[in-house]
């Protein structure tokens, strides 16, 4: 008698498929997708990193007495607040004083700000783009509180310009409130980054400025101002005829200045002459002209401006001039005109 003896092996579970492969079964045919393990590992290092951000925010947590110290010591910094002199205005604060003035804590403040609380993190995000337009995501996080400020920041792929070179073609023509006509025209590459970096530093700053405290913030505003009218507070005649000579090297005479603020310059009060200052910086720096200055004045006086676009200064009023425009009969827009010296 024989006896068969059978040894049976322990069943083995089928393999699992590897992370990312997903199967698909049909009739007699069988698909396999393989997806990109390097979106699962960058997952992974995001959610790690974070963690680890609050992890040092919890451990580390700021002190806000720290904090405010560190704000008004830096606020003496000079190069950082302004000083007394009519060539140092400082990172922290910017003003224009063009029209009514727009005056406010600069993104180097916020940037200092974020030094001293520490526990921030400033997150941005792509989340959509197209031909036209490109949108941003600005998210100012507070990791001790969970507190996040997130801002949308749209930037368009145009720029608008007062000329066009040569072989460009305007999107469309428009008339802005000097009735200067102006061009809209698409935007290159170096023109939207510049944009982008502008609009998400505003939007970091006013993120930031959220969540500093207002006691601390109002305290930095009155020492950074008090810096900057030191020179103007102490000494108002010699400021005064350092501004006046200032705007005199820009062909900008007295007289000027006395009718741009309205009074004698005597008469001019600390405040009155530090705008002055700023608005001669704004001047010396490209940044504006006194034609400019003049005509947002009138506007906001109710004043109408003159018709039609004033010559510009200098060798680009003359290439202007010799460019000249012209505009075809039923057509809005404006063409430069092939003129030759001496017509």
């Known amino acids: ?36 393990t390097s979106a699962v590992m960058l997952a992974a290092q995001a959610e790690a990193m974070v963690k680890a951000r609050f992890y040092i925010a919890l451990n580390r947590p700021r002190d806000w007495d720290d904090v405010r110290a560190k704000l008004l010591r830096a606020c003496e910094r000079p ?51 197209d031909e036209q337009k490109r949108v941003l995501r600005v998210t ?44 809209l025209l698409p935007a290159g590459e170096d023109d939207v980054f510049q944009k982008q970096q502008v609009m998400a530093s505003k939007a970091i700053r006013n993120g930031v400025l959220r969540l500093l405290p207002g006691d601390i913030q109002a305290e ?33 005479l007295p007289s000027d200045l006395k009718k741009y603020i309205g009074h004698d310059l005597a008469q001019a009060s600390p405040a009155e002459l530090t705008d002055l200052r700023d608005l ?20 906001e006086r109710g004043e109408q401006p003159p018709p039609g676009e004033k010559p510009k200064p200098g060798l680009e009023g003359l290439t202007d001039k010799l460019k000249g425009t012209e505009r075809e009969p039923g057509s809005d827009e404006a063409k430069p005109a092939q003129r030759r010296l001496g017509e």
């Not at 140092?88 to 974020?114: C, H, N, Q, T, Y």
């Not at 001669?280 to 506007?299: D, F, M, N, P, R």
């Open 1 to 36: 008698m024989t006896t068969t003896t059978e040894t049976q092996k322990p069943l083995q579970a089928a393999p699992k498929p590897p992370v990312g492969v997903t199967r698909y079964e049909g009739a007699a045919q069988e698909i396999e997708r393989r997806g990109d």
């Open 79 to 129: 190069g950082f607040a302004g000083s007394a002199t009519e060539k140092v205005w400082g990172a922290a604060w910017f003003r224009k004083p063009v029209g009514e003035g727009v005056e406010g804590f600069s993104i180097r403040f916020a940037e200092e700000a974020l030094r001293c609380m520490g526990n921030i993190d400033i997150e941005t995000t792509p989340i959509y783009e």
């Open 140 to 183: 100012v996080l507070d990791l001790e509180s969970n507190t996040s400020f997130p801002t949308s920041v749209t930037i368009e792929k145009t720029i608008v310009r007062k000329f066009l070179k040569k072989g460009e073609e305007a999107l469309r023509v428009m008339v802005n409130s000097r009735n200067e006509t102006t061009y």
């Open 220 to 252: 930095c505003r009155t020492r950074i101002l008090a810096i900057r009218q030191g020179e103007a507070a102490k000494d108002p005649d010699g400021f005064r005829k350092k501004v006046a000579d200032g705007f005199a090297k820009l062909n900008v």
């Open 280 to 299: 001669w910086q704004q001047i010396e720096e490209g940044k504006t002209t006194w034609a400019s200055v003049l005509e947002a004045q009138a506007e």
